[in-house]
């Protein structure tokens, strides 16, 4: 049955959790709602959101995962994409970005797709090398990419067919890495540099422009669709805001000041019930709430803690908990109290430098940049862990993609399929 709920808590009706569920159904972009369960079909999942409903938590955890294929795919940290029996990796190999679909069996290329995206890197980012760091958005039948240069590309996913490309929008300082949002018929992603960015709603079909915003420029995390006042808003953070923005016409509906110490702010939106969660590096943790009245828009601050913060680790909610990696302490794990802000756990500090975060049921599963998998089984009081497993002998900075007994992990230039057997 579970623990009972704490003094204070706010307990849901059945009413409120089947609105809550249908507003979740509703939220994911219509073309990646239409694939299968076990599918992974975009940044973070299918719902953007860090959820692995599709994968299977065993009920223990073996001594140690199973290694089906190892292959060479290139550079870059864009996840990879799973539709059916496919597997396709956007990646650099030498001056190409490269598209290619591969056996999820066996890891065989399928198919092959290149052009020509050669930049010079900034020297600050040299670490993290030449990208690409966009994840593939894959929508009825059709593969989006955003390149290190700001090129934005459409593959026909059976073949690898070039559909439309609209090169060289521009990039940020430290490069792109938001991936691309699919809503109905279109695609939306923020281009252009620090100081003349435009938030761009391209067709489906043609790469035209149905709609532009262009009051700052883009920020490192990728856009999310909420319905925020019965308005389906594009929720983006940019270079110097966190904003809403109309689905429908591309108006500014709500704009909030927001920088990150490091100026790279990495995030992807959380909606919490009601709540939008704002955070970012040095700024802690913010939830708001979003109105409309007489057709004006504003924000209201719930609550803040300055206690943890993200940095470019992006956490998962269980519940009314979100679970991330602070950068304070140099690396540590929290469980944040979503309706209140208090945090009620942290792990001992130097944990990683950074992690990609998912979640299966109660099952959190962080993979590190030193290539550690932490299984962690979330308890409101205390960071659990219950087992470790290593994964890559290189650097992983790549979000794995989880589905059913399989874990495909992308380390700094080879892609490997891990099972539970």
Do not use: C
Not at 57 to 71: D, F, K, T
Not at 364 to 377: N, Q
């Amino acid at each position: 049955m579970g623990p009972p709920p704490r003094p204070g808590a706010r307990i849901m009706t059945n009413q409120q959790r089947l609105w809550v569920a249908a507003m979740a159904i509703a939220m994911i972009p219509l073309g990646v709602a239409d694939t299968a369960a076990q599918d992974w079909p975009q940044w973070r999942g299918p719902a953007r959101d860090g959820v692995a409903s599709g994968f299977d938590v065993p009920s223990q955890w073996p001594s140690a995962l199973n290694q089906q294929w190892s292959v060479e795919v290139g550079l870059g940290y864009a996840t990879p994409v799973l539709i059916g029996d496919r597997i396709y990796q956007f990646s650099r190999q030498g001056d190409d970005e490269v598209m290619a679909a591969l056996d999820a069996g066996t890891g065989e290329t399928l198919w092959r797709t290149a052009y020509p995206a050669p930049f010079n890197m900034n020297p600050s980012t040299a670490r993290h090398r030449a990208g690409p760091k966009s994840t593939p958005t894959y929508a009825d039948g059709r593969l989006f990419t955003l390149g290190m240069t700001g090129t934005v590309t459409a593959f026909d996913a059976s073949d690898g067919r070039q559909l439309w490309q609209v090169p060289d929008t521009g990039a940020p300082a430290f490069h792109t890495s938001q991936s691309a949002l699919v809503v109905d018929d279109l695609v939306i992603l923020h281009v252009g540099g620090d100081n003349n960015g435009r938030l761009n709603a391209f067709d489906v079909a043609s790469g035209d422009v149905r709609w532009t915003w262009d009051g700052d420029g883009p920020a490192y995390g990728s856009p999310m669709l909420f319905d925020l006042g019965g308005t389906r808003q594009v929720v983006v953070f940019t270079h110097r805001h966190f904003v809403g923005v109309s689905l429908e016409t591309g108006a500014l509906l709500w704009s909030r000041p927001f920088t990150t110490s490091s100026d790279t702010t990495s995030q992807t939106p959380i909606l919490y019930n009601d709540m939008v969660i704002q955070l970012g590096r040095g700024n802690g943790v913010t939830a708001f709430r979003v109105a409309e009245s007489g057709g004006a828009w504003t924000t209201e601050d719930v609550w803040h803690t300055d206690d943890v913060s993200l940095h470019m680790v992006n956490g998962v909610v269980d519940g009314d908990v979100l679970i991330g990696l602070s950068h304070l302490n140099s690396g540590q794990y929290f469980g944040l109290d979503l309706d209140t802000g208090e945090v009620l756990w942290t792990s001992d500090p130097r944990q990683a430098d950074h992690a990609s975060i998912a979640r299966s049921g109660s099952t959190i599963l962080s993979l590190e940049d030193d290539a550690e998998l932490v299984v962690i089984d979330h308890d409101r009081t205390r960071f659990n862990p219950v087992q470790r497993y290593e994964v890559a002998e290189s650097e992983t900075w790549t979000a794995p993609t989880l589905s059913g007994n399989r874990l495909f992990v992308k380390d700094v230039s080879t892609l490997t399929l891990w099972t539970l057997d």
